[in-house]
């Protein structure tokens, strides 16, 4: 049985940082792009950035460029998302997801594994 188990999540006031981890059980991504989601309350889900298994093809959605950082351990099965200057409209729970691809951005429009949430919450 495949599971995408998320972690890292909390509370942080605006302008500072958190590392969230997604660890993947039930089998070996080898070949699959991992990544991350968010959605905010009252909000639709919105991707945020993926990378490839061999980490040489990452991807951001435009307003976390420059701040977060995604990044994987494969011989852990994890992927990390390092959020730095965090601001108040980053608040939401965190999904990280997988897609068979060794291209990053393919991850925005397919999934074929998700995880639970993290809820991060930024206060002002």
């Known amino acids: 049985q495949v599971q995408l188990q998320a972690s890292g999540g909390g509370l942080v006031q605006a302008g500072g940082s958190l590392r969230l981890s997604c660890t993947a059980s039930?089998?070996?991504?080898?070949?699959?792009?991992m990544g991350w989601f968010r959605q905010a309350p009252g909000k639709e889900r919105e991707f945020v950035a993926a990378?490839?298994?061999?980490?040489?093809?990452?991807y951001y959605e435009d307003s976390v460029k420059g701040r977060f950082t995604i990044s994987r351990e494969n011989a852990k099965n994890t992927v990390y998302l390092q959020m730095n200057s965090l601001k108040p409209e980053d608040t939401a729970v965190y999904y990280c997801?997988?897609?068979?691809?060794?291209?990053?951005?393919?991850?925005?429009?397919?999934?074929?594994?998700w995880g639970q949430g993290t809820l991060v919450t930024v206060s002002s």
């Open positions: 990378i490839s298994w061999s980490g040489g093809s990452t």
């Open positions: 997801a997988a897609i068979y691809s060794d291209y990053a951005p393919d991850l925005v429009n397919a999934q074929d594994y």
């Open positions: 039930g089998r070996t991504f080898s070949s699959y792009v």
